[in-house]
C-alpha cells in the first residue's frame, strides 16, 4: 500500500470517528453550556435539519461560523444576549444550504454569458447553493480558484476534480502534485480527480479499454484520490465498475467514495452491484424531465426507457447516492435548487408537458430530493461531519424559502423562492425586499451584513440579560 494510499485510509478512518464522537456530542455527550451569548439566534419557522433525529427543530443559535445549539423556541432565545441578532422567519422555511455535487458553474460559465466569476457566485447564491463541487477543474482554472479564495471572493464553499482525461486526451499525472482532500481554506478544497469514460447516449462512444481505464483508475486510486468517472452508457459502465472492483479489491468504498457520473442507461445487475460495492450514484435531478420529449434524441431515450434515469430504482436499492444539476449542461440550463427538486419528483418541465409513465415511475420523494442536495451530498466529499444538515458543530450554512417543500403541493415546489443564503453564518445573498427582523425587540442601532448586492439587515436586540 503506498504512502499515499496509506494517508488517505487513516484519513478515512479518523474522519468516521469524527462523525461517531459527533453524533455522541448531538445526543447530549460532553455537551458543554454555552460561556457566552451567540451572536445569531433564528426562530419561529420550520426548520428542517435533514438530521433523522430530531429532524425539525424550533429555533437554532449560531456562534460564529458555526451552530451553537437547536432546540425548542424556549430554550435558545434564552441565550440571547443584549447583542444577539434575531431573524424571525416569521413561518418561512429554514434548511441547510443546498450542496450541488456536479456542476461546471465557475469554470464553464462562458456557455450563459457570464463573465465573472463573482458573477457566477452571485447567481448560484441566489439559487441556494452553499456548496458546489467543479467537476473539469484544469491548472488554470484551480489557479483562478485559489486566487479568489485568497482574496477572499471565493464567497462559497467548492471541490475542485481534477481532469485526467477528456475524451482520447489524457492529461498525464499532472494531478500528483496536489494531496487527495487538499484543503486551501474552509472554502476551497481538492474534491478527487475526473475521468471521462464515454461521450453521450446518442454517439456510444468509449475512450477507454478495460486494461487502459483499470491502470488510470488503480493509479488514482493507489494514490488516494477520490475518483469520480463520467459514464452515460451501460456498456461504459460495466467497464466503469470492474476497474473500480479491481483497485477496491475488498475494501470498503466508504474509505475512497468513489463514484459515477450521470448513468443515464443502468440495467438490473449494475444497479445491485453497484450497492454491493458501495460505489456512489452521481445523477442530476432535473434530467430526463417531459421536456426531454421535444428533443431530437428523444426516440432513443424511447427505445431505451426502460433503463433511463433510474433515480427512484437506485435509491431503492440503497445505493449511496448524490443529487446535482451539470449546470449549465443541462435541458434548459437549469440552476436553481428548488426547480432541480420539482422536477425530479414530479418528471415535469418548464412546458408542462405531461411526463411519459417510465419518466413518472422513476420519481422520487421530496424528502429524498432534499436529501440528495445536502446530507447525502455532503458524505460525498467526506464532509458530512461539517455540513449537510443542521446540528450542533456544524457549519451555519443555511439557506431560507418562503415555504416548507415538505408540505406544499408537489406542483407548487418550483415556486419557492430562496429568500436567503448564509455560509458559515454570514448572509451572503439576500432576496430584494427581504428583511426577518423580530420588531418587538429591535433596539436603537442596527448593522449591515452585506456581502451581496441586497444588503441583510440585522437589527442589535435590546434583550435583557439575567445580570440586568
Same mark, same amino acid.
Given at each position: 500500500?503506498?504512502?499515499?494510499?496509506?494517508?488517505?485510509?487513516?484519513?478515512?478512518?479518523?474522519?468516521?470517528?469524527?462523525?461517531?464522537?459527533?453524533?455522541?456530542?448531538?445526543?447530549?455527550?460532553?455537551?458543554?453550556?454555552?460561556?457566552?451569548?451567540?451572536?445569531?439566534?433564528?426562530?419561529?419557522?420550520?426548520?428542517?435539519?435533514?438530521?433523522?433525529?430530531?429532524?425539525?427543530?424550533?429555533?437554532?443559535?449560531?456562534?460564529?461560523?458555526?451552530?451553537?445549539?437547536?432546540?425548542?423556541?424556549?430554550?435558545?432565545?434564552?441565550?440571547?444576549?443584549?447583542?444577539?441578532?434575531?431573524?424571525?422567519?416569521?413561518?418561512?422555511?429554514?434548511?441547510?444550504?443546498?450542496?450541488?455535487?456536479?456542476?461546471?458553474?465557475?469554470?464553464?460559465?462562458?456557455?450563459?454569458?457570464?463573465?465573472?466569476?463573482?458573477?457566477?457566485?452571485?447567481?448560484?447564491?441566489?439559487?441556494?447553493?452553499?456548496?458546489?463541487?467543479?467537476?473539469?477543474?484544469?491548472?488554470?482554472?484551480?489557479?483562478?480558484?485559489?486566487?479568489?479564495?485568497?482574496?477572499?471572493?471565493?464567497?462559497?464553499?467548492?471541490?475542485?476534480?481534477?481532469?485526467?482525461?477528456?475524451?482520447?486526451?489524457?492529461?498525464?499525472?499532472?494531478?500528483?502534485?496536489?494531496?487527495?482532500?487538499?484543503?486551501?481554506?474552509?472554502?476551497?478544497?481538492?474534491?478527487?480527480?475526473?475521468?471521462?469514460?464515454?461521450?453521450?447516449?446518442?454517439?456510444?462512444?468509449?475512450?477507454?479499454?478495460?486494461?487502459?481505464?483499470?491502470?488510470?483508475?488503480?493509479?488514482?486510486?493507489?494514490?488516494?484520490?477520490?475518483?469520480?468517472?463520467?459514464?452515460?452508457?451501460?456498456?461504459?459502465?460495466?467497464?466503469?465498475?470492474?476497474?473500480?472492483?479491481?483497485?477496491?479489491?475488498?475494501?470498503?468504498?466508504?474509505?475512497?467514495?468513489?463514484?459515477?457520473?450521470? &448513468?443515464?442507461?443502468?440495467?438490473?445487475?449494475?444497479?445491485?452491484?453497484?450497492?454491493?460495492?458501495?460505489?456512489?450514484?452521481?445523477?442530476?435531478?432535473?434530467?430526463?424531465?417531459?421536456?426531454?420529449?421535444?428533443?431530437?434524441?428523444?426516440?432513443?431515450?424511447?427505445?431505451?426507457?426502460?433503463?433511463?434515469?433510474?433515480?427512484?430504482?437506485?435509491?431503492?436499492?440503497?445505493?449511496?447516492?448524490?443529487?446535482?444539476?451539470?449546470?449549465?449542461?443541462? &435541458?434548459?440550463?437549469?440552476?436553481?435548487?428548488?426547480?432541480?427538486?420539482?422536477?425530479?419528483?414530479?418528471?415535469?418541465?418548464?412546458?408542462?408537458?405531461?411526463?411519459?409513465?417510465?419518466?413518472?415511475?422513476?420519481?422520487?420523494?421530496?424528502?429524498?430530493? &432534499?436529501? &440528495?442536495?445536502?446530507?447525502?451530498?455532503?458524505?460525498?466529499?467526506?464532509?458530512?461531519?461539517?455540513?449537510?444538515?443542521?446540528?450542533?458543530?456544524?457549519?451555519?450554512?443555511?439557506?431560507?424559502?418562503?415555504?416548507?417543500?415538505?408540505?406544499?403541493?408537489?406542483?407548487?415546489?418550483?415556486?419557492?423562492?430562496?429568500?436567503?443564503?448564509?455560509?458559515?453564518?454570514?448572509?451572503?445573498?439576500?432576496?430584494?425586499?427581504?428583511?426577518?427582523?423580530?420588531?418587538?425587540?429591535?433596539?436603537?442601532?442596527?448593522?449591515?451584513?452585506?456581502?451581496?448586492?441586497?444588503?441583510?439587515?440585522?437589527?442589535?436586540?435590546?434583550?435583557?440579560?439575567?445580570?440586568?
Amino acid at each position: 500500500m503506498s504512502q499515499r494510499r496509506l494517508l488517505a485510509v487513516s484519513s478515512g478512518i479518523i474522519a468516521l470517528l469524527l462523525v461517531s464522537l459527533l453524533y455522541l456530542y448531538s445526543q447530549g455527550f460532553w455537551n458543554r453550556p454555552i460561556d457566552s451569548p451567540p451572536d445569531l439566534i433564528i426562530h419561529n419557522g420550520a426548520i428542517l435539519t435533514m438530521e433523522q433525529s430530531p429532524a425539525q427543530v424550533e429555533a437554532i443559535a449560531i456562534d460564529g461560523e458555526l451552530i451553537a445549539a437547536v432546540g425548542t423556541e424556549t430554550e435558545i432565545l434564552a441565550l440571547a444576549g443584549s447583542n444577539t441578532n434575531i431573524i424571525d422567519l416569521d413561518g418561512r422555511t429554514l434548511l441547510p444550504g443546498f450542496i450541488d455535487s456536479h456542476g461546471h458553474h465557475i469554470g464553464d460559465r462562458e456557455y450563459v454569458n457570464q463573465s465573472t466569476a463573482g458573477e457566477v457566485i452571485e447567481s448560484v447564491l441566489s439559487c441556494g447553493w452553499t456548496s458546489i463541487s467543479e467537476l473539469f477543474v484544469n491548472q488554470d482554472r484551480l489557479d483562478e480558484l485559489i486566487n479568489l479564495d485568497q482574496q477572499d471572493n471565493l464567497r462559497l464553499r467548492v471541490n475542485a476534480y481534477l481532469p485526467l482525461s477528456w475524451q482520447l486526451d489524457r492529461f498525464g499525472n499532472w494531478y500528483q502534485a496536489y494531496q487527495p482532500g487538499q484543503e486551501y481554506s474552509s472554502k476551497l478544497r481538492i474534491g478527487g480527480v475526473k475521468i471521462f469514460m464515454d461521450g453521450w447516449y446518442t454517439n456510444w462512444n468509449h475512450y477507454f479499454n478495460q486494461s487502459e481505464l483499470n491502470s488510470l483508475v488503480f493509479q488514482a486510486h493507489d494514490d488516494g484520490f477520490q475518483i469520480a468517472i463520467h459514464s452515460v452508457t451501460d456498456n461504459a459502465t460495466d467497464i466503469v465498475l470492474n476497474a473500480l472492483e479491481v483497485a477496491l479489491d475488498g475494501e470498503s468504498n466508504d474509505l475512497y467514495r468513489h463514484r459515477i457520473e450521470h &448513468l443515464v442507461l443502468l440495467r438490473d445487475i449494475q444497479i445491485q452491484r453497484m450497492a454491493n460495492l458501495g460505489i456512489i450514484a452521481s445523477f442530476q435531478l432535473p434530467w430526463f424531465n417531459s421536456d426531454w420529449t421535444t428533443t431530437e434524441s428523444f426516440p432513443i431515450l424511447e427505445t431505451y426507457s426502460d433503463f433511463v434515469g433510474r433515480w427512484r430504482d437506485v435509491l431503492d436499492a440503497r445505493v449511496p447516492s448524490l443529487g446535482s444539476t451539470d449546470f449549465p449542461w443541462s &435541458l434548459g440550463e437549469v440552476r436553481a435548487a428548488m426547480k432541480a427538486v420539482s422536477m425530479a419528483v414530479t418528471r415535469v418541465g418548464d412546458l408542462g408537458i405531461t411526463p411519459p409513465d417510465w419518466m413518472l415511475n422513476q420519481t422520487i420523494s421530496v424528502e429524498q430530493a &432534499l436529501r &440528495l442536495i445536502t446530507i447525502d451530498a455532503a458524505y460525498g466529499t467526506f464532509q458530512e461531519d461539517i455540513k449537510g444538515s443542521i446540528k450542533v458543530g456544524k457549519f451555519a450554512d443555511l439557506v431560507i424559502l418562503s415555504d416548507n417543500p415538505l408540505t406544499v403541493s408537489e406542483d407548487d415546489l418550483a415556486d419557492i423562492e430562496v429568500q436567503m443564503t448564509m455560509i458559515g453564518g454570514v448572509a451572503e445573498y439576500t432576496a430584494p425586499g427581504q428583511q426577518f427582523l423580530s420588531a418587538e425587540h429591535v433596539g436603537a442601532s442596527s448593522q449591515i451584513v452585506q456581502r451581496s448586492d441586497q444588503p441583510f439587515k440585522m437589527e442589535i436586540m435590546n434583550i435583557p440579560t439575567q445580570e440586568e
